[in-house]
C-alpha cells in the first residue's frame, strides 16, 4: 500500500506502469535488506553517516569473525570468553585506550591501533593478527572508530609526541649495567609501590586497583620477558613516559627527565627474565 501510494505521485507514465513497479519493488526491498537486516538481527548499530560503508561493513564482518568472542558483538568488551579473563577485552564504546603514541588523555592514531593489532599484547589473550590482509585491517579500524562518539571529537585527537631515540650505550649494551644502577634506586622511589622492589607486580599498593571500567587490574610483572606494549627499549620508554590511559599507571614525562626514564628502562631490561 505505501509504495502502490509512492508511485501514484510520479509522472502518469511511470504511475500507470504496474510491470515497473513489480520489477523495482523486490529489488528496493532486497537492497534495503542487505545493508539493515544484518545489522537489525545482530542487535548492532548503523554505520555514521560520514563512515563509508563499504569499509564499515567489511569491517563488521572481519569484527565478527576475529573479535566478538572477547570483544563482544556491540564492541562493548562482553564476548563470550570475557568474563574468564584476567586482562579484560577492551570497551570500544568508551574510547579509551593504554597503548598509544598521543599524549595522556588523547586517542591513539591509526598506526597506534594497527601496531596493537598486528603485534597482539602480551600476556593477554589478545593474540598477533599479523597474517590479515591491510585492507582487513583498514576496514576493522574503521569500524572499531564507528564505536565510540569520542572519535568524532577534533579536540581528542592529537599528533604523536615526539620522543628521544635510543642512546647508543644502551643500544651497544655499554651503559645498560651503568644505567640499570641509577635506574634502580628512582625504580624504589617511583615505581615500587606497586610494581615491589623486585619489579614482579607485588608491591604494597598491588591490591585493591582497578581501572576505569572498575575491573581489578594488577601491576606489570617486570620480570617476565615480554611486555603488553612491547619488548623493545624505546616501547618501555614510551610507556614509563606516556602512561596508559584508563589505567593507574601515569605518565611520568614532565616529571622526570628523559634520562632519568632511560634509567628506568635500563633496570627493568636488567629485570627480565627468561620464561620457564
Request: charged share 20%.
Amino acid at each position: 500500500m505505501i509504495f502502490a501510494s509512492f508511485a501514484s505521485n510520479f509522472p502518469r507514465g511511470i504511475a500507470a506502469s504496474a510491470m515497473i513497479q513489480n520489477t523495482f519493488l523486490p529489488l528496493w526491498l532486497g537492497l534495503a535488506w542487505l545493508i539493515v537486516g544484518p545489522v537489525w538481527l545482530r542487535g548492532g548499530d548503523p554505520a555514521p553517516d560520514d563512515t563509508d560503508l563499504h569499509l564499515y561493513l567489511q569491517g563488521r564482518f572481519v569484527f565478527e569473525k576475529n573479535c566478538v568472542l572477547c570483544h563482544g558483538r556491540s564492541g562493548r568488551g562482553d564476548g563470550p570468553w570475557a568474563e574468564e579473563l584476567i586482562d579484560k577485552p577492551r570497551n570500544f564504546r568508551v574510547g579509551i585506550f593504554k597503548f598509544r603514541s598521543t599524549p595522556c588523555g588523547f586517542l591513539p592514531t591509526d598506526d597506534d591501533l594497527r601496531n596493537t593489532i598486528r603485534s597482539g599484547i602480551s600476556g593477554t589473550a589478545m593474540p598477533k593478527f599479523d597474517t590479515l590482509l591491510e585492507n582487513d585491517l583498514t576496514a576493522v579500524l574503521t569500524y572499531i572508530k564507528s564505536l565510540s562518539r569520542r572519535w568524532k571529537d577534533k579536540a581528542l585527537h592529537a599528533k604523536p609526541v615526539e620522543l628521544p631515540e635510543v642512546p647508543d650505550g644502551l643500544l651497544r649494551g655499554t651503559d645498560l649495567a651503568a644505567r640499570a644502577a641509577a635506574g634502580r634506586s628512582l625504580f624504589l622511589l617511583t615505581c615500587a609501590t606497586c610494581h615491589g622492589e623486585t619489579g614482579r607486580g607485588d608491591g604494597p599498593a598491588a591490591k585493591g586497583l582497578v581501572d576505569v571500567w572498575e575491573h581489578p587490574i594488577v601491576p606489570a610483572n617486570l620480570g617476565l620477558p615480554h611486555h603488553k606494549s612491547g619488548d623493545s627499549m624505546d616501547r618501555l620508554f614510551r610507556t614509563i613516559a606516556l602512561g596508559l590511559d584508563g589505567t593507574p599507571m601515569v605518565g611520568f614525562r614532565g616529571t622526570l627527565q628523559d634520562d632519568q626514564i632511560w634509567n628506568l628502562v635500563a633496570y627493568i631490561k636488567s629485570l627480565e627474565r627468561p620464561q620457564e
